[in-house]
């Protein structure tokens, strides 16, 4: 008997770490069970001093960092949106595709939080769209009302205590 | 001019999910960034059939499982505690060694939660041995406050919604 699978919308928000380390573990989770995952990061420049991009790229993971095979199309909105609006392009490409088990939108909330995208948009196309055995992982803060009513799992990231407070820089393998 | 590292210590506690993702995440980053990370799993049972243990093993990351290398030493305690502690006797030879860059201690917090171990004795412990360079990740529910003033950097994990609630099970690649 074939097990089911169920794919979830999983949703990191909150003004806490963890958000999107918590959905790289479950990539790592998931490509250690030979799942084939993928990551499109909305928001964090691709300098490619990244500790994650570094480990995609040795675990063979794919994965689009903003403004990778962007070409500047509009007068009317700045590079950065106009990006973000490109990194939604690749996201609807490769959750239709069909070829991945998991997903992960990374900052993604920004682009509904900051109306670049519309959320009911977005989340009428992820109910035509999504293939229902993919698992989607979105992170970053301000989630939406409607994209939480619309997700399976969501989780608050809440800071308790936080380093810079205390005059600590972020470094190497920790914040990046 | 060598960089100054200041190690971290990183608390995940709360109800909700993503507090070992999190630190899984995090050994993705070390990992990618070269750095030394090392793994002590105390409460989840060594099946084998984790996906952060497969993909563990296959990075070369040193994983410790709950009760790996184990001997029945005690008869007052039961054989869950007995393993738990086993489990701080390798964290602390791995924490001491100076041999790592970050140590995930997987739910090591119910190990005082429960009494198990005494939370001064091991945060007196930290202080003394704890290589000042060494990020260390603690995660699991109810961190002792104790531990949290004694934390850099503590992050709560609230759920807002869980599948388990409209009767999805858990599933490989996501769960385990």
Chains 1, 2 share one sequence.
Request: glycine letters at 12%; aromatic letters at 10%.
């Amino acid at each position: 008997m074939k097990k089911q699978t169920k794919g979830l919308v999983i949703i990191n928000t909150g003004q806490g770490k963890g958000k999107t380390t918590a959905g790289l573990g479950l990539l790592l989770r998931a490509w250690g069970q030979g799942l084939r995952p993928c990551v499109i990061q909305f928001v964090k420049a691709g300098t490619g001093r990244w500790g994650e991009v570094k480990a995609a790229e040795k675990l063979g993971v794919e994965w689009h960092k903003l403004g990778d095979g962007f070409t500047w199309k509009s007068k009317d909105s700045g590079e950065g949106i106009a990006k973000a609006l490109h990194g939604w392009e690749i996201a609807k490409e490769k959750i239709a595709s069909g070829e991945y088990d998991l997903i992960v939108l990374d900052e993604f909330t920004y682009t509904m939080h900051f109306e670049w995208l519309n959320t009911s948009e977005v989340i009428d196309w992820l109910k035509a769209n999504k293939p229902s055995e993919l698992h989607l992982v979105i992170t970053g803060r301000y989630a939406p009302e409607a994209l939480i009513d619309y997700a399976d799992l969501v989780t608050e990231m809440t800071n308790i205590k936080h380093p810079f407070d205390k005059g600590i820089k972020g470094q190497r393998g920790i914040e990046f």
